[in-house]
Structure formats: structure tokens, C-alpha cells
């Protein structure tokens, strides 16, 4: 019995296991037999690599060939197996060294004429493979740009079998693929001077920027709230290299090109009322996927017409807005990934959307108006930092003769300096932004800000619970950063209290 192992990594969410791909050759009738818990897409490998290799001219085996893929008690999908069963079996069947193989992982599917394509989760599979010790890859030729982005790693590439034999025979495998060139997007950037007026939730939205505090837009339609929410991307900084890499590990999942290199801007997800549970917090039948607040890690969420989302759905972000990290727990595995977002709700105060209105004519019962606010609950409206209301614009703001606001660059600018102040007073905590500090350490290695009374009344009233407490506090140091203060004083706080009733706090700031 000749027999041959490969290496492929198992994904359970952005972290993974190595996976022995093993391949035994026997004697007796020509069968192929795969074990180790593979799902549809795997075991239907098998068919695609006999077919594969015989069009490439490398042939199956005529004798049975045993594939098993271990641990066996971890199950394993997807169609990255694919390069690795086919070394294996080649191998097995002495048409290289079963040596070449020792420290090297294989990703890659086949199609049925030889040529190897590109997987979904190579960025974290790769990330995988270093942390356990290997020090060679072999990926789909076109996603040699995406497997070059990890440092400390040797990258060969294939585009197929006949590139694969080669690079473990010695050869240099496929060449890099020229970059793609990217086309001038055609629509103008979006600037937070195209909003007409709302100064009040212009400055809501500098200071959600700022301390990367989550952020309740609630105001009749047509006032301008969808128009802020696209814009706060624009005003958070760059990611670092770190964030950058846990950001695109998630999105080389999801099946995002990162041919252009890694996610650097704050990634953006606004998916429509409709989505499901799966889509929103992710999902799947053996092994869950990254769903929307994942994609959103480090980034903004941004739900309009919050009310319209299904009450179920709105509930399941409860967990991650709290730790910042969704698990899905599956009957065969859990899946844990990042989900720390900043989350940003839009709604209209009634069906209509005219209650409350000045000169508005609701046409809403009052009943229907109590139901829609209560879509929303308050479990997740306590999480919310800020509660911003928006009226409608007066005529004046919308001629075109009217000095426009501020742009996104130049607050962007304050928002950048407002976060190297968190930088450096967080340092060495692991916290980066005012949003992620716990309350304990709010209150315990921080100084509580000035008047600090006003929160004891504030909770003696039935104003703020215990977490609305910590927010407040959280804001207080945002708009004490954008002012460039030590320490937030009782105007501060007076500020951060009347952002998180849903007051404009201008007046104060």
C-alpha cells in the first residue's frame, strides 16, 4: 500500500485547523472512498479531481484509493480541498516525492478540465497556517496578490495541475498576475457639506465619529438621515495594519476581491428591512457564515427604517453590540467572529411618518403610533450612545446661494486628532476608542468628570440605567476629546447627557 499526506486548513469562523489530507493506494477494483466528516461540496471532490487529473494527463489511480481527511471528528466544507486531495493522491501514486510535500498547505478547487480556482477564506486560512508553523502556501494563481498580503510565508502559485506538479518538483509554479486595474468610479464622494442644515446632527455625527459611540437617527422623512449615515465612513480614520488584516480576513470570507490589497477604509453594510436572521448576524447548516454585523467590523451598520426590521432579527444584535463578537454555535461546530461595529439606526416616528411634527398632519391612530416606536425595544435603544431627533430644514438652507457646512475632510480632521487623544491615553489597555472601554474601567482608571452629580440624579429620576450611566460617561470623554480637554467638565457632561436623552447638547458644547 502506497500511501501520501498533504496539508489544508478547516475555517470555523476567521480562525482555523489544520487538516492531514491523507491518501492510501491499495489493491483490488478501482473505487475512491473519502472519510472525515466532508460536507456535499467536499465529497463531491473526489469526482472533480479524477476528472481533473486525467485531463491534465497525470491520471487516477486504477486501484482503490482511500482519502481521509483528519482530525475526523471536525467537520470540513467547501471545495479548498481540492489542490491538497489531488497532491495527495499524485503523490501517493509516486509521480513526485511524497516529501515535497512536508511544510506546505494547499488551497485551491479544480475544474474538471485541470485548472485551479479561486476560495472563498484564503486570507484567514493563510493566517492559520502560519500560526501553526508552516512556512509555504500554495494558492489559486489569481489569488496570489490576496496570499501576498500576509507577511512571513513563501507564496507559490497555480493556475493548474501542471503548475502544482511544478512547484513541488522544484519549479517556480505560476508567475504573479498583473495587477487589475482599477476604474475611476464615476460618482462624486460623498461630503457632509451636500447636507443642507442639521447642524445639531452634523456635530452628533462628529462625536459618534469621534468615540465610536453607536448613533439613533429619528426625525419624518426627507430630513436627512439616510444622507448622515452614508457619510460617517468618510469621517473615521484609516484602519491600522492589524485591523486592516482582522477586517480583510472577514471579507476574504465573505468573497470580497482583495486583489487591491487589504481593507484600509472602515468598511460600510446597510442591509434592507428584509434581511433575515442569517443575513444580518450570519448563518449556515454545518458551518455558519459572516453575516452583515461582521462585515461591518470596524466599521458602521447602518439599519434604516429600523422599526421595519423583523423585532426577532433586531434582537440578536443585543450580544455583539455588548461584546463585540457574534458566536454561532452549529449541532457540528461553533463559528465566533469579529462584530465589532458601530451601529447606526434610522426611523421615522410613526407609519406615516409625520407624528410629532411641526405642521405635520398624521394620519396615524395613536395606538399605531406606540406600536411602531415599541419595534424597536428598549434593550437595544439603551445600548445606543447617541439619540439624535431631526426636524424638517427651513427653505433658506436649501438655496443653493446659502454658505454650505463644514466638509467631510475638515471634520474628519478633528475626529483623527479627538482618536490620537484616546490612543494615548488608553495605551497599553487594548482599548483604542472611548466606545470600547468598559464601565469599571470607566470609572475606576479614569477620572470621573466634573459635576458628576448630575448622573445621580439623572438615575434617581429613571433617566439612565447603570449602562446608560457608562455611555454617558463614555461620551463625556468624546466631546472632551474634540475639545481638546484633559478631562470632560460639567458643560461636558452636561452635553453627553442631552445627546443620550436625545437633545442636541449644542447648547452646552
Not at 92 to 105: H, I, M, Q
Request: glycine share 10%; hydrophobic share 45%; net charge neutral.
Amino acid at each position: 500500500m502506497n500511501q501520501a499526506r498533504a496539508w489544508s486548513v478547516a475555517l470555523l469562523g476567521i480562525d482555523g485547523a489544520m487538516v492531514e489530507v491523507e491518501a492510501a493506494i491499495s489493491s483490488g477494483l478501482p473505487r475512491t472512498t473519502m472519510v472525515g466528516l466532508p460536507d456535499t461540496a467536499l465529497y463531491e471532490a473526489r469526482d472533480r479531481c479524477r476528472a481533473a487529473m486525467a485531463a491534465a494527463g497525470f491520471g487516477w489511480p486504477s486501484d482503490p484509493v482511500t482519502i481521509n481527511l483528519s482530525p475526523a471528528t471536525l467537520p470540513k466544507a467547501g471545495s479548498h480541498y481540492d489542490l491538497a486531495i489531488a497532491a495527495a493522491v499524485a503523490a501517493a501514486g509516486r509521480k513526485f516525492d511524497p516529501a515535497s510535500l512536508e511544510g506546505t498547505v494547499l488551497f485551491g478547487e479544480l475544474g474538471l478540465d485541470g485548472r485551479v480556482r479561486a476560495i472563498r477564506g484564503l486570507l484567514p486560512a493563510i493566517l492559520a497556517a502560519i500560526g501553526r508553523g508552516f512556512g509555504r502556501v500554495v494558492v489559486p494563481a489569481a489569488q496570489m496578490r490576496e496570499a501576498a498580503l500576509v507577511d512571513g510565508v513563501s507564496v507559490a502559485g497555480a493556475a493548474d495541475l501542471s503548475d502544482l506538479f511544478d512547484v513541488l518538483t522544484g519549479g517556480p509554479g505560476a508567475l504573479v498576475p498583473a495587477p487589475v486595474v482599477a476604474e475611476a468610479d464615476p460618482r462624486p464622494p460623498l461630503d457632509l457639506a451636500d447636507v443642507a442644515g442639521q447642524v445639531e446632527a452634523k456635530w452628533a455625527l462628529e462625536v459618534a465619529a469621534a468615540g465610536r459611540h453607536h448613533l439613533y437617527l429619528h426625525g419624518p422623512p426627507g430630513v436627512g438621515k439616510t444622507l448622515l449615515a452614508e457619510r460617517l465612513p468618510g469621517l473615521l480614520p484609516d484602519l491600522e495594519v492589524a485591523e486592516a488584516l482582522e477586517v480583510s480576513a472577514v471579507h476574504s470570507l465573505a468573497g470580497v476581491n482583495l486583489d487591491g490589497g487589504l481593507v484600509r477604509r472602515p468598511p460600510y453594510a446597510d442591509p434592507h428591512h428584509s434581511a433575515s436572521m442569517a443575513s444580518l448576524v450570519g448563518g449556515g447548516a454545518r458551518i455558519a457564515m459572516p453575516g452583515a454585523v461582521s462585515r461591518a467590523h470596524l466599521g458602521v451598520l447602518f439599519l434604516d427604517e429600523a422599526p421595519e426590521f423583523s423585532p426577532r432579527v433586531m434582537e440578536a444584535l443585543r450580544v455583539p453590540l455588548e461584546s463585540g463578537r457574534i458566536v454561532l454555535a452549529r449541532a457540528a461546530a461553533t463559528a465566533t467572529y469579529p462584530a465589532r461595529f458601530q451601529l447606526v439606526l434610522a426611523a421615522n416616528p410613526c407609519p406615516c411618518g409625520m407624528a410629532g411634527t411641526p405642521g405635520g398632519n398624521c394620519r396615524c391612530p395613536p395606538m399605531a403610533v406606540r406600536r411602531y416606536a415599541a419595534r424597536v425595544s428598549g434593550p437595544i435603544l439603551d445600548r445606543i450612545d447617541i439619540s439624535q431627533e431631526l426636524r424638517p430644514v427651513r427653505a433658506a438652507f436649501l438655496d443653493s446661494r446659502y454658505a454650505p457646512g463644514e466638509s467631510t475632510a475638515v471634520v474628519a480632521a478633528r475626529v483623527l486628532a479627538a482618536r490620537d487623544r484616546q490612543r494615548h491615553r488608553l495605551e497599553g489597555t487594548g482599548w483604542r476608542t472611548n466606545g470600547e472601554v468598559p464601565g469599571p474601567a470607566l470609572r475606576k482608571r479614569l477620572p470621573l468628570p466634573e459635576g458628576s452629580e448630575l448622573l445621580d440624579v439623572a438615575v434617581a429620576r429613571g433617566r439612565l440605567s447603570s449602562r446608560g450611566v457608562d455611555r454617558v460617561l463614555r461620551l463625556a470623554w468624546s466631546v472632551a476629546d474634540l475639545a481638546d480637554a484633559d478631562r470632560p467638565t460639567r458643560e461636558h457632561l452636561h452635553t453627553a447627557l442631552a445627546m443620550r436623552r436625545g437633545g442636541t447638547g449644542m447648547e452646552a458644547a
